[in-house]
Structure formats: structure tokens, C-alpha cells
């Protein structure tokens, strides 16, 4: 059973990939890497294909607007962290990637939140929001072939993030709903 909004985002310890130096690019993160800050989850299916790559650089390019909203973006795959550093070394848009790519190498996190393919065995292209409570606010499947919107994750971020109620299309900025 998959994992949804208002449920607790589950405990876990994994190795991310944060540069492409093998003598520093492994580092240990879980949930407390970020403490008061909201995550941003983004799993996909595997490394060295051809989605993937546009989604995660996506991510990177909007991460400093996804930092100034207090929030820390994950990427995470069931890939080791050896094959996170070799992509991240031979694609051209992942060499300056400037969040964390997390090896769920076990599958144990992918398969707590129900995320896992059952033919593939490889994490669906989910995307899970949570509140610096360890909260989940917002979670999104795709199917293994059709890539996600990072502008709207970053959008939905920001709607949570006002406490308020929210119109369609809504934006930063724009007015939120005022019940009398």
C-alpha cells in the first residue's frame, strides 16, 4: 500500500551522491539531514536512461529557487551510489547537479512508501512534498514512461507552504482564498 498525504514520511539512512569526486562524492543522509526545512522527494526508475535525466536536471536547474523556498530536493533511485557517480560523471547535465542523488539500493524506503514497479522491480516516478515535520503534504505517481513538471512541484511547495486555501493555478504572490 502506498503512502499518502497526512501519513509520516519513513525513517531512513542512505548514501547520496553530491559531487563528482569519488574522494568526497559519498555522503550519509536521513531525515534529520535537513532538520526545518520541507523535502522534496523525486524518485525515478534508473540511471543511464532517457526520461530520467530530463526530469533530475529540471530539479537542478530550479534548486535555487527551491532553496529559497526553505526546501531541500532529493533525487533517488534504486541505483547504487557507484552508479549514481559514474552517470553523474558521463551526462552532461548532471555534472553540476546541485541537490543529492540517494541510493535506495535496498529498495527498503521505496518499498515502505509503495513506490516500487511490481514487473520492474525499480521505483515508479514518484514525487512526495513534505513539511519540516516529517509530514507528507503532496505525493504524485507517473507511470515509468512519462516524465513530471518541476515548476509545478515547485507551485504545490509554495501553495503548502502559505498555510492558506489556494485557487487552481495559483501562484506565488497572487492572493490566496479568504473565507469570511
Known sequence: MMLTVGQKFPEYEMTGVVSNNIADAFQKFNNESHKGQWSVYMFWPKDFTFVCPTEITAYGDLDGRFKGANAQVYGVSTDSEFVHLAWRNNHPGLKNLPYPMLSDITRELSWELGILH??????????????????????????????????????????????????CNWQQGQDVIKVA
Not at 119 to 148: K, M, Q
Not at 149 to 166: I, K, M, S
Open 118 to 167: 511490481d514487473e520492474e522491480g525499480v521505483c515508479l516516478r514518484a514525487t512526495y512534498i513534505v513539511d519540516p515535520e516529517g509530514i507528507i503534504r503532496h505525493v504524485s505517481v507517473n507511470d515509468l514512461n512519462v516524465g513530471r513538471n518541476a515548476e509545478e512541484t515547485l507551485r504545490l511547495l509554495t501553495a503548502f507552504q502559505t498555510g492558506e486555501l489556494t485557487p
